[in-house]
């Protein structure tokens, strides 16, 4: 089993500057695709970005290309996603996730993903 634990959301105004973080435990996730995703009331859990296990591909939604940039510690078992010049429209929970194969890909679909976190909320005032 592996556990995944976000930290790091709050309230920010918007324009405003948050860096999520993701640990990971109980096995090695080095090897695997890890992703952050966002649900916001009453929407879909959707992609917001990804990246390979060595960091040698990322991708990122349409909505946060430009802004947000994940990165990955394989030393320290972290994910992290630095999110800049938030807006009201990032408001949601977050969640980390990780894929399960061996296969060096970013998919954006939530059910390619075996792990997830509890999820930390992130709220952007205008």
């Known amino acids: 089993q592996v556990q995944l634990v976000e930290s790091g959301g709050g309230l920010v105004k918007a324009g405003n500057s948050l860096t999520l973080s993701c640990a990971a435990s109980g096995r090695t996730v080095s090897t695997f695709t890890m992703a952050w995703f966002r649900q916001a009331p009453g929407k879909e859990r959707e992609f917001v970005g990804g990246i390979t296990w060595n960091g040698g591909r990322t991708d990122y939604a349409d909505a946060v290309r430009g802004r947000f940039t994940i990165s990955r510690d394989n030393t320290k078992s972290m994910v992290y996603l630095q999110m800049s010049s938030l807006k009201p429209e990032d408001t949601a929970v977050y969640y980390c996730?990780?894929?399960?194969?061996?296969?060096?890909?970013?998919?954006?679909?939530?059910?390619?993903?075996?792990?997830w976190g509890q999820g930390t909320q992130v709220t952007v005032s205008a």
């Open positions: 996730a990780l894929r399960w194969k061996l296969i060096v890909d970013v998919p954006i679909q939530p059910n390619e993903y075996v792990y």
